[in-house]
């Protein structure tokens, strides 16, 4: 219930009260559960994005080249945040309390992990130059949270072939920052 809430109008939407009554709860009775709003949009956030960083992992586990693989996380990633514009938001750039903030930066490292492994592949592998791992894969969490803030915040992209254009410019970029690669070129 609160998970829907959040996708329908952001963390600011959700109220105690409207989640109790559509989960068919007394009010208290969430609470003794959740004592304060910020643990109940905490959880909310923890079981969402750890949804997506399974997704992640799921691609940084096939067989393919790394090229591949990064571009498709980070394709993935894009195009599932901008399917859901308002939930990703939430997740990314929404003002929240210091506990979900907490949990912010926690899944952000966690991104950077499942990253940094792709990009560890690709050194072995010869794909990519040898390079600070955890800086680059910081870096790339940084440039898809900054290249998705404008489409989320604005909901600019309105036909799909903005949206692909969109998601091509992010990958490209990530791409090109870790090896100078095209999404497709691997060795």
Sequence with gaps: MA???????GFA??????????????T??????????AELLAEVFRRVTK???QVMTAIADTDGAAPSRLGDAVEVFARRALQSPVLAYALIFEPVDTLVDAERLAFRRSYAVVLGRIIDDGIKSGAFPAQNTAVV????VGALAEAL?????????????E???E???IVTFCLNAVSGQQKGTAR
């Design 167 to 169: 998601i091509e410019a």
């Design 28 to 37: 208290g009775t969430l609470y003794r559960h959740f004592p304060s709003k």
């Design 51 to 53: 949804r997506e960083v």
């Design 3 to 9: 998970r829907v809430a959040v996708a329908e109008g």
């Design 149 to 161: 803030i404008g489409p989320l915040a604005d909901r600019t992209l309105t036909t799909r072939s």
């Design 13 to 26: 939407a959700v109220q105690m009260s409207s989640v109790a009554a559509a989960a068919g709860l007394a």
């Design 137 to 140: 894969a910081n870096c790339i």
């Design 163 to 165: 949206t692909e254009v």
